[in-house]
């Protein structure tokens, strides 16, 4: 039968309300979900009213919990299922900050303070460069006192930039920004929450480099600096969306809900909130009870350090887990990954199969990576799935900046990517035999190291596992 016509039963089982029907392949109804998906205009008018009323969604702010109250409003008239799951977390407030050149000349510097930067009364340093700030950078000079200009290529992990700084007595650090055109970075300065000893702020890649041109010309170069933002424990929530199966096996489809405040946070994650949003359509309408259980979160904390997906994690401790799919800035589909587990490469290669004339590009990849939500489920043992997808550089250029509107997102993205995510949320959710058994803490230790991602998350605080490769892990 010809993709239309499976279509057109999708359409039929709709209105008869009780889908999937029995009997109905699965296929017919992936490929129904796929055309509608297509189809549907609605994910992009979502997320163009969400980035518009609200702006950037920073955790714990006013604009963050507004967004939040929408997302679930919208859900609700949609029929869906769904309710705020409330957590508490290191929360930070940005205020007016200021960086000001002083010498050789009179200028404020365009920056933004790294979360968890605690309020500082105004002071004047001298600027020195700390290069990547390791230990042998700061041997070569005298650090104490002054501020470092710290560059953009640094191998130091994040979280440990302002360690570094203050074992050798900093006041202050300028973190030049790899990105050119007079961008900033607005990051976690903490992964652990803690607030930092030192300010840290992003500097444009332009004004970093003016500065490091004066110094290495023997110029005295003075900055004054003061930070009014603030650190405070908040409640904030994740929003959950669960469509029962006929088990109590798990799918778990996330995707970070909280941005940046500098921009609206539309690339980063907007389009993830959006794909959730039209996956919750879909699937309300297709699928409404599948073999497994499909769980779709929003959650809220991530860019300060994936705190709402931490608490999730947690709160699924117990439950049977057969993947958790997690989509952070996925454009449009190229591959999907495995992360490392090898017994979901043939489930996804099946998967990829079942796409037809139209398979993913770069087909299944088996790469783990570190710096998203997946992260806080794999700790558990949980196995975890992400999506590759291409989006314009000069759309994904401005991300965690002011840049990052709606108008770079592509109205075609959010049909063209929800289609596939909806469609492989689908499979995993009717595939059979998935195992929901839990890695044991000496796998989930070997696959981290296997991609040589145990220094990065030693640098966030998120290592759980003893240092020696031989010693067996903590409990
Ligand atoms: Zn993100």
């Given at each position: 039968m010809s993709w239309w016509g499976w279509a057109s039963i999708g359409v039929v089982a709709v209105l008869l309300g009780g889908v999937p029907l029995r009997g109905q392949p699965v296929q017919a109804v992936q490929e129904a979900i796929v055309a509608d998906a297509q189809a549907d205009t609605s994910g992009h008018q979502f997320l163009t009213r969400l980035c518009d009323d609200f702006g950037g969604r920073l955790t714990g702010s006013p604009a963050n919990r507004g967004a939040l109250e929408r997302v679930l409003a919208e859900l609700k008239a949609l029929g869906v299922e769904a309710r705020l799951e409330k957590f508490r977390m290191p929360g930070w407030v940005r205020e007016r900050d200021e960086v000001m050149l002083i010498a050789p000349l009179r200028r404020p510097l365009r920056v933004a303070a790294l979360s968890y930067t605690q309020p500082q009364a105004k002071f004047e340093a001298e600027v020195v460069d700390i290069g990547q700030g390791r230990d042998e950078d700061f041997a070569?000079?005298?650090?104490?006192?002054k501020v470092g200009l710290l560059a953009p290529n640094t191998t130091v992990p994040r979280g440990q930039y302002e360690n570094a700084a203050v074992k050798h007595g900093m006041r202050g650090i300028l973190f030049i920004n790899?990105?050119?055109?007079g961008q900033l970075l607005a990051r976690t300065g903490s992964f652990t929450g803690e607030p930092l000893r030192i300010p840290v702020f992003s500097l444009t890649q332009e004004e970093g480099n003016w500065m490091l041109r004066l110094l290495k010309r023997g110029e005295i170069v003075r900055v004054s600096m003061e930070a009014g933002s603030h650190c405070e424990e908040i409640e904030t929530a994740n929003i959950v969306a669960t469509f029962p199966g006929r088990t109590a096996d798990r799918i778990v489809v996330g995707a970070h809900f909280d941005s940046w405040d500098l921009g609206q946070g539309a690339m980063d994650n907007g389009v993830g909130i959006a794909q959730l949003y039209l996956l919750a359509r879909l699937l309300h309408a297709h699928a409404p009870q599948n073999l497994r259980t499909v769980e779709l979160v929003w959650f809220n904390g991530e860019e300060q350090g994936l705190w709402g997906s931490r608490f999730h994690a947690a709160a699924l401790r117990g439950q049977p887990v057969a993947a958790v799919i997690n989509l952070d800035m996925v454009g449009f589909p190229l591959s999907v990954n495995?992360?490392?587990?090898?017994?979901?490469v043939p489930v996804l290669e099946r998967f990829n199969a079942s796409l037809g004339a139209h398979p993913l590009k770069q087909g299944v990849g088996n790469i783990n990576w570190f710096g998203s939500d997946h992260t806080s489920f794999q700790l558990e043992g949980i196995r975890a799935v992400t999506y590759g997808g291409f989006i314009e550089p000069d759309a994904v250029r401005y991300y965690h900046d002011f840049g990052d509107t709606i108008d770079k997102v592509d109205p075609r993205l959010i049909p063209e990517s929800a289609a596939l995510i909806a469609a492989l949320t689908y499979r995993l959710a009717n595939e059979p035999g998935l195992a929901t058994t839990r890695l044991p803490p000496a796998e989930v230790e070997a696959l981290f190291r296997k991609f040589d991602l145990e220094n990065r998350l030693k640098g966030v605080g998120l290592w759980p596992f003893a240092d020696s490769p031989a010693s067996p892990p903590k409990p």
């Open positions: 070569k000079l005298n650090a104490t006192g790899r990105v050119a055109g495995a992360l490392g587990y090898d017994d979901l």
